[in-house]
C-alpha cells in the first residue's frame, strides 16, 4: 500500500473487517511518525453492553496499542461533536471509530441506562453538530464508518430505516471530508480526494 498524505479530513467507508480501522490506525502511525510533538487520539464510540463486546473492545484495545503505542483514547458514545471539538489541535490527529456504532447508539440504544443525565438530541441535530466539528477541526480527522448498503434490502423497517439514516449520514460525511476513501479486502480506493 502506498503511503498517503495525511488530509485535513478523511472518511474511511467499509464492509465489516475490510481494513477501515486499521488505514485509520496506519495514518495515525505515519502522523505520530512524522514530528516528535505530533500526538494521535482515538475517539471511540462503542459501548460495551454485553460479553461479546466487552471482548471485542478488549481485543482491539491490544491491537491498537500494538500498533499505535502513542495513541490515546476517549471514549464517546454519543457527544461526538463535543469530543473532536474539545480533542481538536493543530498537532492531534483525531481518529472517530466508528460512525456507524454512535449512530447505532443514537437510534438504537441498548439497555435502559444512559451514561449522561440529559437525553441526547436528534440524530439529525447530533449529524449537524459533527458536520460543524469536521469543518472546525484545526487537526487531521478521519472518520471510520461502515457502508452496508451494498446487499439486499433488509426485511424489518427499523432496520431498512437505520441503513437509509446511515446512508445519509455517510453521504453528508462525505461531502464534509477532503478525502473518501473505500476499504475492500484490506486495498483502498480513493473515491474523493487525492490518495
Known sequence: MNTPH???SELILGGQRSGKSRRAEMLAR????AAPEHRALLIATAQPWDAE?????????????ER???MTTVEEPLNLAQAI???SNAQTLIVVDCLTLWLTNLLMPAGSSQQNSLPAPEP????AMVLIAIQNC???????????GLGVIPMGRETRDFVDALGRLNQEVAAACERVTFMAAGLPLTLKGSP
Open 138 to 148: 484545526t487537526g487531521p480527522l478521519v472518520l471510520v464508518g461502515n457502508e452496508i
Open 68 to 70: 499505535v503505542p502513542g
Open 30 to 33: 505515519q502522523w505520530l511518525d
Open 85 to 87: 471539538t474539545q480533542n
Open 6 to 8: 495525511i488530509a485535513r
Open 124 to 127: 439529525q441535530a447530533q449529524t
Open 53 to 65: 463486546m466487552r471482548e471485542r473492545i478488549a481485543r482491539h484495545r491490544q491491537d491498537r496499542a
